[in-house]
């Protein structure tokens, strides 16, 4: 018997709420497991997530019966949430209500991987991939480490 063969691939990006700084460095960590427990939760395979203190990138591989949306609403939705009730912040942790979902050849998973594993290093050096990053421009300008 012959089994579907189904590799789907997605970069989402998302940023905190009027893209204030919120992921701090002593969060961060904490912050991305949670993105990644749920994800995992949901069916997906987590290749990479990474950010800046204002926005998040992360590059899963997804099942065929997960729609997009309902995972970018639950991966929000619980790591809004556990931030707000583990982290023990002194401000109230958002994000906003828009994201960008690009789909992902198999063959460029690894080029996207590097891309969000070094997300600090391109920030700071302002070595951006427009493609990647220029959405968020619709909105409020483009991102800027």
């Known amino acids: 018997m012959r089994n579907d063969k189904i590799e789907l691939y ?9 893209r204030l700084p919120m992921i701090m460095p002593e969060i961060e960590r904490a912050l991305y497991r949670s993105i990644g427990d749920i994800a995992q939760t949901l069916g997906c395979r987590v290749l990479a997530i990474n950010g800046m203190p204002d926005h998040v990138h992360v590059l899963l591989r997804i099942p065929a019966t997960l729609p997009v949306s309902k ?4 991966l929000k939705g619980f790591s809004s949430h556990f931030a707000n009730n583990q982290l023990q912040l002194d401000y109230q942790f958002k994000w906003m209500g828009y994201y960008g979902a690009f789909s992902v050849s198999r ?7 590097a891309y969000i594993n070094g997300q600090k290093e391109h920030h700071n050096a302002d070595e951006l991939l427009p493609e990647l990053e220029n959405f968020f421009e619709y909105y409020d300008g483009p991102l800027r480490g």
């Open 107 to 113: 063959w460029d998973v690894p080029k996207i991987m």
């Open 10 to 18: 997605v970069h989402l990006v998302w940023a905190t709420w009027d």
């Open 71 to 74: 995972l970018v609403q639950q």
